[in-house]
């Protein structure tokens, strides 16, 4: 494979690296019926095919350099990206079954859009359901108070165990994680 092409697990994404959604990607803007169809096509795969891998598409990204470390820039795939992010803040905080000790810190953020920062990591940490509502994306917040209902409904009528539907998407939910040449111009690229 391609060195600037890397087959991650959803583990391994969301527990390595950094991520940076720049301010020329849109906002996190997935409706109830993308997230849930997405947690209907893991599911279907956990209860199918549960030895087979899931590929739910690339995540292109730039890698660069910022304060010692390489940050990726998130040029496609941001909405795939936050919404597992969101999945796994609601596992954390939602499942009694499930080792999620890995999972110390939310490693997405959003350049120039603090209410979103905010928000991701007020639902990875929470202990109330408090929050400053003029600090809340509203987006984030209405997936993350019903995004586990949703797993629950869907693991329910498939007879699949929401432990099984955790471990299957953290294992064998598979993103092509491919790095845009340094000399992209990504301004163009995103056109």
Request: charged residues 25%.
């Amino acid at each position: 494979m391609n060195e600037d092409i890397e087959n991650l697990k959803v583990k391994d994404l969301l527990g390595k690296d950094s991520y940076l959604i720049p301010i020329y990607q849109r906002n996190y803007a997935w409706s109830i019926e993308e997230v849930t169809q997405l947690i209907q096509d893991i599911a279907d795969y956990a209860k199918d095919n549960s030895s087979n891998n899931y590929y739910i598409g690339n995540l292109i990204v730039f890698p660069k350099r910022q304060e010692g470390r390489i940050i990726y820039e998130t040029i496609d795939g941001q909405q795939r990206v936050t919404t597992l992010t969101i999945l796994m803040c609601s596992a954390k905080r939602n499942s009694k079954d499930c080792d999620l000790s890995w999972y110390h810190t939310v490693n997405i953020s959003f350049d120039h859009r603090k209410n979103s920062n905010y928000t991701l990591n007020w639902i990875f940490s929470h202990t109330d359901y408090s929050y400053d509502d003029d600090k809340i994306n509203s987006d984030i917040i209405f997936v993350y108070n019903r995004i586990w209902s949703i797993i629950e409904k869907i693991c329910s009528d498939k007879g699949l165990p929401i432990s099984s539907f955790l471990h299957y998407c953290l294992n064998n939910v598979k993103i092509l994680r491919i790095a845009v040449p340094k000399e992209t111009s990504l301004n163009h690229y995103f056109e």
